[in-house]
């Protein structure tokens, strides 16, 4: 997890981080948003791939 959370630290800012993970619903993670899919139960790997294919994150910071 912690991992998880210096890398969306590192691409959206430590500031909108949470707040993208907190509003942002996206459909791949089945209408959840970051922190709904990682309360349940989805592996932060699989959670983080989706934020990179979702928002366009660069390949390098998969």
Request: hydrophobic letters at 45%; a negative charge.
């Amino acid at each position: 997890m912690t991992v998880f959370w210096q890398r969306m630290a590192e691409h959206f800012g430590p500031g909108y981080a949470d707040t993208f993970a907190r509003d942002h619903v996206m459909t791949e993670l089945g209408g959840r948003t970051v922190h709904e899919a990682l309360d349940a139960g989805w592996d932060a790997k699989e959670v983080w791939r989706v934020v990179c294919v979702v928002m366009s994150v660069p390949r390098e910071k998969h």
